[in-house]
């Protein structure tokens, strides 16, 4: 993998909210066809991260590539050239339909027979959007926002997919579920994603490869296989030895 | 009983030009969450292109509305980058766009007072205003009646473009949240200019019906003030609510004008909302629905 060229790379990347520096040289690369996570603690830089990528905040320094080629700063063109986000806290527009939310993730294509075969797809992955494809999207569950939330991003037909925090305030039994979605995604799409996450574990059973953030820097990279079974890794995010 | 129903096709008229005006002020709120003081000042552009397209280039009301309309439109986009993007990409205060609207709205009128001069002018008489027998029940004007048809046009319109087109997608989704309608590929810098567009154009419709109603003149744009009032009884940001809290106010002060006296209309317009703003400070049509986290 090492000698092909990423899809997504990130390097060096700076980002401040006035005084405070949120990220302090954030590199990361993303192949084509994996998932890539990023865990932390609260306030690592996580969600900092992907709004950067999304330019939705400012970059002090750095460079963010895609397929090599420097990624533009404004939002809409960062989503037209092929990068899509889950937000954090899910963002569905709560009084559009979960139909008229799909249309909206779609936005930048122009072709219609393309939108509506997308929208196969993500009905296909996700059934329970279909069924209730009329219904408000502030009226469904945290769990049903959520697969919302990721069908939306998938709409624009992404060459990534990000996802900040699928899992949170969810249910175990609901999180395994979408996390098993996810694997399908990846897999029946061949959707490149990089996640993050401060549900570590999770995480790191979903992704191939994984990257520690901690206030603002990569501390730890590797195999999430590897990572998962890392005795600092264990007793810093995973909550201490569990057998 | 000719007189209630007169006096009730009066004040649906009336209201329905308040309608066309709240709503796009409404609509401008909505996205960018701020009161747009010079939302006024579109309509007195609005009128005084139509004004002088009949007048100095001698076309007809068609030409001089159409010019009108889209003058206006383009005028509220104007004022829009002029005077609000560099204040939003700066700063999520939205009270420096209230301010700085309320400097436009004094830009743009005095840019009249001393073009133009302040004098009243009367469009020339190109808009029927003959009375007309509605259906035998009472006698109307045809201005009314016009005014009337004009106004549920141009708002169907707006209903058809929200509801089936994907800018107008797009602009309900912002009106939810502008930040995330952005990270859906949404150019926010054009979806704001097309609200403007839309906006400043329905002013413009509202300004040639009330130059007529009360003759032109810079400080007309005052009168968007009830059209405020209008959108906050009906729930501030709702386009529902802008339209039937426009339709209550024109019927309230017909009513009043009609029964009791002319003087106490506008008496009766600040009363309504006192009285909203303490029994349902969010309107009539206050934005309720949550998102869960
Ligand atoms: N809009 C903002 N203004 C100022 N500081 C901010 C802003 N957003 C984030 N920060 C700060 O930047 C740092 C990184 O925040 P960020 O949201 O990226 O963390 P995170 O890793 O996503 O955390 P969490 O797991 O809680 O979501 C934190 O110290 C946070 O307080
Ligand atoms: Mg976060």
């Known amino acids: 993998m090492e000698d092909k060229m990423p899809i997504l790379s990130v390097k060096n990347l700076f980002v401040n909210y006035g005084a405070i520096q949120a990220l302090k040289g954030v590199d990361?690369?993303?192949?084509?066809?994996?998932?890539?996570?990023?865990?932390?603690?609260?306030?690592a830089g996580?969600?900092?991260?992907?709004?950067?990528?999304?330019?939705?905040?400012?970059?002090?320094g750095g460079d963010i590539l895609l397929d090599g080629k420097p990624l533009p700063s404004k939002s809409f063109?960062?989503?037209?050239?092929?990068?899509?986000?889950?937000?954090?806290?899910?963002?569905?527009?709560?009084?559009?339909?979960?139909?008229?939310?799909?249309?909206?993730?779609?936005?930048p294509l122009k072709d219609r027979s393309l939108v509506a075969e997308q929208l196969k797809k993500v009905y296909h992955l996700f059934p329970r959007l279909e069924e209730r494809q009329g219904q408000y999207a502030g009226t469904l569950s945290g769990g049903e926002q959520?697969?919302?939330?990721?069908?939306?991003?998938?709409?624009?037909?992404?060459?990534?997919?990000?996802?900040?925090?699928?899992?949170?305030?969810?249910?175990?039994?609901?999180?395994?579920?979408?996390?098993?979605?996810?694997?399908?995604?990846?897999?029946?799409?061949?959707?490149?994603?990089?996640?993050?996450?401060q549900n570590a574990r999770k995480a790191l059973l979903l992704s191939n490869r994984a990257y520690v953030l901690q206030t603002g820097k990569i501390i730890m990279e590797g195999d999430s296989k590897e990572l998962l079974y890392n005795p600092e890794i264990e007793e810093a995010y995973l909550g201490g030895k569990k057998k | 009983m000719d007189m209630i129903i007169q006096q009730v096709i009066n004040g649906l008229s009336l209201g329905s030009v308040y309608a066309l005006i709240?709503?796009?002020?409404?609509?401008?709120?909505?996205?960018?969450?701020?009161?747009?003081?010079a939302h006024g000042g579109f309509l007195v552009i609005g009128g005084y292109i139509c004004y002088f397209v009949l007048k100095g280039a001698g076309m007809n009301i068609w030409t001089a509305s159409f010019a009108a309309l889209i003058g206006a439109g383009i005028s509220a986009v104007i004022v829009e980058r002029l005077a609000y993007k560099p204040i939003r990409e700066r700063t999520p205060v939205t009270l420096y766009m209230l301010i700085a609207s309320l400097g436009m709205s004094i830009v743009i009128e005095n840019i009249f007072v001393v073009t133009v001069g302040g004098r009243f002018r009367a469009l020339p008489p190109v808009i029927p205003t003959q009375p007309v027998n509605f259906f035998g029940l009472a006698t109307t004007s045809a201005f009314d009646l016009l005014s009337l048809v004009t106004a549920i046009v141009f708002l169907a319109g707006l209903q058809l473009f929200l509801s089936k087109t994907k800018w107008g997608l797009a602009i309900r989704a912002a009106s939810y949240n502008l930040r995330t309608a952005g990270l859906m590929g949404v150019n926010v810098n054009r979806l704001i200019s097309i609200v403007f567009f839309v906006a400043g154009l329905l002013a413009g419709v509202g300004g040639i019906f009330?130059?007529?109603?009360?003759?032109?003149?810079?400080?007309?744009?005052?009168?968007?003030?009830?059209a405020f009032v209008a959108a906050v009884i009906g729930g501030l940001g709702s386009l529902p609510g802008a339209v039937?809290?426009?339709?209550?106010l024109g019927l309230a002060e017909m009513l009043t004008a009609g029964f009791i006296s002319s003087q106490f209309r506008d008496l009766v317009v600040f009363g309504l909302l006192i009285v909203t703003l303490i029994v349902r400070p969010t309107g009539l049509f206050g934005k309720s629905v949550g998102e869960k986290v």
């Open chain 1, 28 to 43: 990361l690369d993303v192949y084509a066809g994996e998932i890539v996570a990023v865990i932390g603690a609260n306030g």
């Open chain 1, 46 to 60: 996580k969600s900092t991260m992907m709004s950067a990528i999304m330019g939705d905040v400012p970059r002090a």
């Open chain 1, 77 to 107: 063109q960062v989503v037209t050239a092929g990068i899509s986000l889950s937000p954090e806290g899910r963002k569905v527009f709560a009084p559009l339909t979960v139909y008229e939310n799909l249309q909206m993730g779609a936005f």
């Open chain 1, 146 to 197: 959520q697969m919302l939330a990721i069908g939306r991003a998938l709409m624009a037909m992404p060459r990534v997919l990000l996802l900040d925090e699928p899992s949170l305030g969810l249910a175990p039994i609901i999180i395994s579920e979408i996390f098993k979605e996810l694997t399908e995604v990846n897999q029946l799409l061949g959707m490149t994603i990089l996640i993050v996450e």
């Open chain 2, 22 to 37: 709240a709503v796009g002020y409404s609509l401008v709120y909505s996205i960018l969450l701020f009161s747009n003081f």
């Open chain 2, 210 to 226: 009330l130059s007529v109603r009360y003759t032109l003149y810079p400080q007309l744009g005052m009168i968007t003030t009830k």
């Open chain 2, 244 to 248: 039937v809290g426009s339709l209550i």
